[in-house]
């Protein structure tokens, strides 16, 4: 084997976490990190450029731009399901590096599109199709990043992994605003798109921007991450999670949790441009997924801690209100300080999502552990629980994949909504009734004292 293959792997063993486990588990996390970051800055990118592309010519509908901005979430959700199950095949080494290195299409791609007037539909439609790739890397990172910790911090790990990650949403919607307004790579870069008051955009940097931290981050994978030999698996051993019940239940909340963070990430800044025309939104709509990120990768110890079911339980409880209160400000949009309200309702709702996030990733290690302890009564302990990590790994890549549709189904309802009704506000109670039942199947299936995986 070669040297970046661990042949044996133990992070449960507490001597050898301590004389080299926890040393080479931390590298991999912190290589990983920055990659995943790229990948959701890459997948997300169309929710910062759907709005530019008005302001250089390209004469879109409010549902055309809309479906632009949700089509990387259909695309990547659909990525994720082949790529929950990679990384027990391929190795979490090659896999990081090859599919980090694969964001480089969209990017370039983007980048040469928008600087021609005369680009089709078609081949935008095309290009935020196969950012998708971005979306898909999440299902293998977390999968390969679950391998590599013991059971005890495994919460905290995933919640880092993914929090930060995450975060790439609201750095590119914080950079991508910046860097177009300036000719960054020169000659080499393209001119620049005029705009109708005189001023000018290099759109394109909107994609070439990620193009040098992409081949970054795929050699430093390449070069400094691990696979394990012990998490190889072939396909037909993981999909014993689809007989699970716990395997779909855990889909469902996820899609509340995550798939409402994505989503809302990709239609959150055209949403407070339509709703909030006057308020130069665009400024400040990186601030919601980056409450949510932050708030993801702060709080995986208080699922560890109290319970992953519980705080999801309380969590869907508060999106509930805050999708409320998003409702409310909607209203009286035209009132003064309407958008501020609207504003600070999508942050609290962000920050619920984050820490929904991290509570129920906590919980699939938990509720694998306890299912194969109770199927498996006759095998060796270290047996169930090898079992347990295989299956804990391809449910997080799975139902991250589910998860991930709500980055279509978000902003496709609120383009469909307001082309139908003329507002979001069809779209927003429909997430109400949502949450509901998430909030009633979190209860029933793992936190009312009769449940049958308390967790």
Known sequence: MTSHVLSHWAPDDEQFWAESGSRIAQRNLWISIPALLLAFSVWLVWSVVVAKLPLIGFDYSTNELFLLAALPGLSGATLRIFYSFIVPIFGGRRWTALSTGSLLIPAIGIGFAVQNPNTPYELFVFLALICGLGGGNFASSMANISFFFPRAQKGNALALNAGLGNAGVSVMQFVVPLVITMGVFGAIGGDPQPLSDGGELWLQNAGFIWVPFILVASIAAWFGMNDIAEAKASFAEQVVIFKRKHTWIMCWLYTGTFGSFIGYSAGFPLLAMTQFPEADALR?????????????????????????GRVTLWTFVTMILAVGGILYFLSVKTEPGAFWGFFAMFLVLFFATGVGNASTFQMIPVIFQKVCDATMPAAPEGARNRQAEKE??????????????????????????????????????????????????TWWFYTRREAEVRC
């Open 392 to 441: 804990a790994a391809a449910t997080i890549g799975f139902t991250s994949a589910i998860a991930a549709y709500g980055a279509f189904f978000i902003p496709k309802s609120y383009g469909t909504s307001i082309s139908i009704t003329g507002g979001p506000e069809t779209a927003l109670w429909f997430f109400i009734g949502f949450y509901v039942t998430c909030v009633a199947a």
């Open 284 to 308: 400040f709509v990186f601030l919601g997924p980056l409450v949510g990120a932050l708030s993801r990768a702060a709080t995986g110890w208080v699922s560890d801690r109290f319970g992953g």
